[in-house]
């Protein structure tokens, strides 16, 4: 039972990443397993960007290794590896503004089983993309606005729909970068009751902000500053670090709890 | 091939790939800082030829063709910024494409309202229209090493201007982030439209110097375009130096090409392109 | 929004070219038979531009190759069996379009452009210089192909009635596939593609192929078109691949409003509306046609099957919820 509680999903080995002469990322390592949320926490500019875009096949690394479920991926692109059982969200809006949310998510579920060969059947008759894409929305708390035209839909609604997309590939990993971000309190406390409830299925990766978010969900904190990794460990630990209280004074971000 | 054909080729391709680079610059620039695909471009070419044997026959010198026809295509290229392409800068490709492609029909059918379309021919000034020897049987045209020559001098001036000057300071900063630099207070839509006029005086001028040689004839502009874009391909776009190395490379690939290989002789450049499209798809000399 | 032309005036619209032919007028039969043969060419760019977000400069080529084919195919003084010629002209430029979609479809953008506008002018090249061709003066299709099967003819394209129709037939066959293409979950891929790819990659959608596949396909639908012209006029010059040709179905494309296979047709009527018109008007109507075209881009930018949405917007008084 703790075997599989504790299997490492994806795990990133001394990934490091190189712009010409600026250094985003340096040696970071990131273990991400099943039924745990993984949070990635640092000042602007830390690298945590950079450190999900490598997990997700957004950008390559320039050293490192990336391994998922003990098979190296670091080679695969984004295309492949969600295809493999990484998902992923995006903190800049990233959905399809003029579909509605049932047509992302019935994309994202599609994508599943491409059988692009049948040309003469009906998008809109596969009924188990449908299905799946209803259960998707509903259990990212989109429910109500299934048939609205995404782009019409309000910053944490289309962080929801995010969600929902992931959720539709079937995401074993699912990097998650700033779900949170744009939402009032109560918007926050049911997303992060969605997570709780991914959660025991499947690794999840956090970047965010939102500190009271963060502590009521996460079991690991990394955290980065300057491409690197500070301190990683439980909640408490960070919270207690005074490495990490001084990596944010002077920056604009605070880190009180 | 002997040593003094071998030469003459070389001469031939180096001018050629350097009269290209004139027009090729023009073209990078304005894809590279302003974002603006423009199939015009190569009717600024077109125009300067028809300018150089208009004004040419009106003075009897192309020294003066020349000296005037730059100014002139100096604000025609800032006046057609300021009346079109400012409009198309938030505009999608695909509207450029088409705003531009109806350019050239009205530039086309311009020439051949004013000009019309017979073939002419332009005058070498007499100072150039010597050769060189360069063996018993061979010689070379001064008026051709003369044309490479203006094209160095030009090349060099660019460097000067876009690495050492405010000026060019501006154009590269423009060249990144359009908000950051007005923020600065850098009058963006000035360094633009000195750009583009820029751009277009250079491919008039390419169209001037060539002029002699070429001859004038109405579809001169269509090929040198698509050849340039060839160039803009191969060297990355906002690439100047990629456009000058592109330039070279297809210089010489065509020219060699049509002798060695005469069958393949105009689709050399094209193959070269299909090659470097498998190896590097962004340019040889993308700008990060 | 896009705006979709209700049945009943497609039935019509369908109706009142299905009695063209009828009129008797000879010449406006040949025009309208052009203009139909240009529609199926816009709508195999609209697959590439419109739906998949493709804007490809350098259509013409897989016209152009099709349309050699048949001739090439066809022996000099007898027809040649249609149902040989018709695949494999189509075949023929849509294995063309695959292998030019290997290179092109590694770039993006600008480059795009770029790119298919010289691969064009690379096979324009080819039929231009090499004995593929015949030269800058082009080649003839003496003999149109024959519709027999095993002693039977069903039609004969010979006949101005007869090829009008079979031009008709092949018009709706290619806009019902195209349609019903686009409906299905390739169909949607491509759509989605257009809106936004980096997403569908990160959805795990390996879009290189899709682009190949679309482009392949609008490729062949291209050759449809370059077949029918051959046929048609009897008579194949290199001009069919230059990017005048290219950059006429393009705007035919736009000027219909993209996304739209209606406005695909429309802008192929338009276009070739507004070149005989101001062929009338003056030798120099290119300057017309140019002039419009700037001023289109200028004010105009859903082009013309915008308008009637734009209408309607207006009388409701603002956007709604669609």
Redesign the interface.
């Given at each position: 039972m703790s075997d599989v509680n504790n299997e490492a999903l994806l795990v990133a080995h001394k990934i490091t990443r190189h712009f010409?002469g600026l250094v985003a990322n340096q040696d970071v390592c990131v273990n991400l397993i099943r039924g745990k949320v993984h949070v990635l926490l640092g000042p602007n500019g830390a690298g945590k960007s950079t450190c999900i875009n490598m997990l997700?096949?957004?950008l390559p690394p320039s050293d490192g290794k990336i391994l998922f479920k003990g098979k190296d991926i670091t080679g695969l692109?984004?295309?492949?590896r969600?295809?493999v059982g990484i998902g992923?969200s995006?903190q800049r809006t990233?959905?399809?503004?003029?579909?509605t949310v049932l047509?992302n998510v019935r994309?994202?579920a599609?994508?599943?089983k491409?059988?692009?060969?049948?040309?003469?059947?009906?998008?809109?008759e596969?009924q188990w993309a449908l299905d799946k894409a209803r259960a998707c929305i509903e259990e990212a708390g989109l429910g109500k606005k299934v048939d609205?035209?995404s782009g019409?839909l309000s910053h944490g609604e289309q962080r929801q729909l995010e969600i929902a997309?992931v959720l539709a590939?079937d995401a074993e990993v699912m990097l998650l970068d700033e779900p949170l971000a744009g939402m009032g309190s109560e918007e926050s406390a049911k997303m992060v009751e969605v997570l709780k409830r991914l959660k025991p299925t499947r690794a999840i990766l956090l970047v965010e902000h939102d500190m009271d978010a963060v502590f009521a969900v996460a079991d690991t904190i990394t955290v980065m500053v300057n491409g690197q990794v500070l301190e990683s460990g439980p909640p408490a630990q960070i919270k207690a670090s005074v490495a990490v209280q001084q990596a944010y004074l002077g920056t604009e971000d605070s880190f009180h709890v | 091939m002997d040593f003094a054909s071998f030469l003459i080729q070389t001469l031939n391709s180096l001018q050629y790939g350097l009269l290209l680079f004139l027009v090729a610059s023009g073209l990078t620039l304005v894809f590279g800082i302003m974002g603006i695909i423009n199939l015009a471009h190569g009717s600024f070419y077109m125009i300067g030829a028809y300018l150089a044997f208009v004004l040419a026959s009106a003075t009897g010198s192309l020294f003066m063709a020349i000296l005037l026809g730059i100014p002139l295509a100096l604000i025609f290229g800032a006046f057609l910024e300021w009346a079109l392409f400012a409009h198309l800068y938030k505009r999608d490709h695909l509207e450029q494409v088409l705003l531009t492609f109806g350019l050239i029909l009205i530039f086309e059918e311009l020439r051949s309202l004013l000009v019309g379309d017979e073939v002419h021919g332009v005058d070498i000034p007499a100072m150039f229209s010597g050769s060189i020897q360069l063996s018993e049987v061979l010689s070379y045209p001064v008026y051709r090493l003369v044309i490479s020559a203006v094209c160095i001098v030009l090349a060099v001036a660019l460097y000067f201007v876009i690495q050492r000057t405010r000026l060019g300071m501006m154009i590269r900063a423009g060249n990144h982030d359009r908000t950051m630099v007005e923020a600065l207070g850098i009058n963006i839509n000035m360094i633009y439209r000195v750009v583009f006029a820029l751009g277009v005086a250079l491919a008039a001028l390419a169209g001037m110097l060539a002029s002699p040689i070429s001859s004038v004839f109405p579809n001169m502009g269509s090929h040198v375009l698509i050849i340039s874009f060839v160039i803009v391909v191969i060297g990355g776009i906002g690439s100047v130096w990629g456009a000058l190395a592109a330039a070279l490379i297809v210089g010489f690939a065509d020219t060699f090409g049509k002798v060695l290989l005469p069958e393949l002789s105009g689709m050399v450049v094209y193959i070269v392109m299909a090659g470097v499209l498998l190896w590097r798809p962004e340019g040889i000399f993308k700008k990060g | 929004m896009k705006v979709q032309a209700p049945l009943i005036l497609k039935l019509m619209a369908l109706a009142i070219l299905a009695c063209v032919p009828l009129t008797g007028e000879s010449f406006y039969t040949e025009l309208i038979a052009k203009t139909l043969v240009l529609a199926i060419f816009a709508m195999s760019l609209d697959l590439l531009v419109g739906f998949t977000g493709l804007v490809s400069f350098g259509h013409a080529a897989y016209f152009g190759v099709a349309a050699y084919a048949v001739a090439q195919l066809s022996p000099k003084y007898e027809a040649a069996s249609l149902w040989f010629v018709l695949p494999a002209s189509v075949g023929l430029s849509a294995l063309v379009a695959l292998f030019v979609g290997l290179f092109v479809l590694r770039t993006k953008g600008i480059y795009f452009i770029m790119v298919t506008l010289a691969f064009a002018q690379l096979a324009f090249f080819v039929f231009h210089d090499t004995p593929l061709g015949g030269g800058s003066d082009g080649i003839y299709l003496n003999v149109k192909p024959t519709a027999e099967i095993a002693g039977w003819v069903p039609f004969d394209l010979d006949n101005q009635q007869h090829l009008y129709y079979f031009i008709l037939a092949m018009l709706v066959a290619v806009y019902a596939f195209l349609s019903r293409i686009l409906q299905s979950p390739f169909g949607r891929v491509l759509v989605g593609i257009k809106s936004n790819e980096h997403r569908m990659q990160s959805m795990g959608y390996i879009t290189f192929r899709y682009k190949l596949a679309a482009f392949a396909l609008a490729g062949g639908l291209g050759g449809i078109a370059g077949f029918l012209y051959a046929v048609v006029f009897g008579f194949v010059t290199p001009e069919l691949l230059s990017w005048h040709q290219s950059g006429n179905v393009l705007l035919m494309v736009i000027l219909g409003g993209m996304g739209n296979l209606v406005g695909a047709i429309a802008g192929a009527f338009l276009f070739t509306g507004m070149q005989e018109v101001f062929a009338t008007w003056t030798k120099h109507w290119q300057l017309v046609m140019g002039s419009v075209i700037v001023a289109a881009v200028l004010f105009l930018p859903g082009g013309l099957a915008a308008i009637p949405g734009r209408i309607k917007r207006s009388l409701q008084g603002g956007g709604s919820h669609e």
């Open positions: 010409g997700s096949g957004d692109t984004a295309a492949q969600s295809l992923r995006y990233n959905i399809f503004p003029k579909f047509e994309l994202a599609q994508s599943r491409q059988q692009a060969w049948r040309i003469f059947s009906k998008a809109q596969q609205w035209v019409v997309m590939t | - | -």
